[in-house]
């Protein structure tokens, strides 16, 4: 990993909430704040991913920073309130990263409205409730704070074949904007980063389950600077908007893709050279995938 641009404790006596950091850029961005001196709060689904998650995590941890775990399904608005008033007993949180999220590629005539509740409830719901739960805390006790929500340029450009996360996470950068406006007098900031290719394990699998698959934001030959993006700049750009020194940023989605939005015509549009056999070998990859989930969390 590459040297980090920041003080080594540029984010200690933070106290920052992860949503979904149980894996993937989550926990990433998790192991960076806690890197920096942070506190953090990691939260998610599983009991042992989020245990294993805390003790990995841990190890890295400097400057007074520490990992703790929350089990909570930000689909439900009162598993939310609890986590964020069980948190709040041992000292407010500065900032929240809303970064759970759903998604999976589908003709978007064959979308279900089960499949569509799925992606919207853990993106836009669980976006809303917990950014909610922490506003009213600050403002009640005139406290700033700090919300970075983990958004896609489709919000942009639209998306073909992602219809139920664009219009979720469009959602969110409706939110982000209309928020900074109506808690900036409460020295609250909302903002958001909209990152391109970033290859992780789990989501990455479900959007490109068969080569043919291979296109768009799984593909490197649309973005101009020839490549995917490295865990540790996205780390460093969510890490400024969380430290202290540019507090007048706000209101603000933040691409960081190598350009690729400005170039694609979309991220998912070459799906559309898909068969219907290539879709439903997709679909059952992605299913036989999800079973084998289920299972480990039988079992685990």
């Known amino acids: 990993m590459a040297p980090s641009i920041f003080r080594q404790e540029v984010l200690a006596g933070k106290r920052i909430l992860v949503t979904g950091a149980g894996t993937g850029l989550g926990k990433e961005l998790a192991r960076h704040f806690a890197a920096h001196g942070a506190a953090v709060h990691i939260c998610g689904r599983r009991e042992a991913v989020l245990q294993q998650a805390v003790s990995e995590l841990q190890e890295t941890a400097k400057h007074g920073g520490s990992v703790r775990h929350h089990v909570c399904d930000v689909r439900d608005p009162d598993q939310i309130e609890a986590m964020v008033e069980a948190i709040w007993q041992s000292g407010p949180l500065t900032g929240l990263i809303n970064n759970a999220a759903a998604n999976f590629i589908s003709p978007s005539v064959e979308i279900s409205p089960r499949g569509f509740a799925a992606v919207r409830s853990t993106v836009m719901d669980g976006a809303l409730f917990a950014t909610l739960a922490c506003g009213r805390r600050w403002i009640a006790q005139d406290l700033p704070g700090s919300v970075v929500s983990m958004l896609v340029t489709w919000v942009w450009t639209g998306s073909a074949y992602v219809l139920p996360s664009t219009m979720a996470k469009t959602a969110v950068h409706a939110m982000t904007m209309s928020l900074a406006v109506e808690w900036g007098r409460h020295n609250i900031r909302v903002n958001a980063v909209a990152p391109g290719p970033f290859p992780t394990e789990g989501a990455w699998e479900k959007l490109a389950p068969i080569p043919q698959a291979n296109v768009g934001a799984a593909s490197k030959d649309e973005v101009p600077m020839q490549r995917f993006g490295k865990m540790e700049e996205l780390c460093n750009l969510v890490t400024f908007l969380q ?28 799906l559309g050279n898909l068969t219907p056999e290539d879709w439903a070998l997709a679909k059952s990859v992605v299913r036989g995938k999800a079973e084998q989930e289920k299972t480990l969390r039988s079992t685990g």
């Open 243 to 270: 430290a202290d020194g540019c507090d007048y940023l706000t209101g603000q989605n933040i691409a960081i893709d190598g350009g690729h939005h400005l170039a694609a015509p979309s991220t998912f549009a070459a």
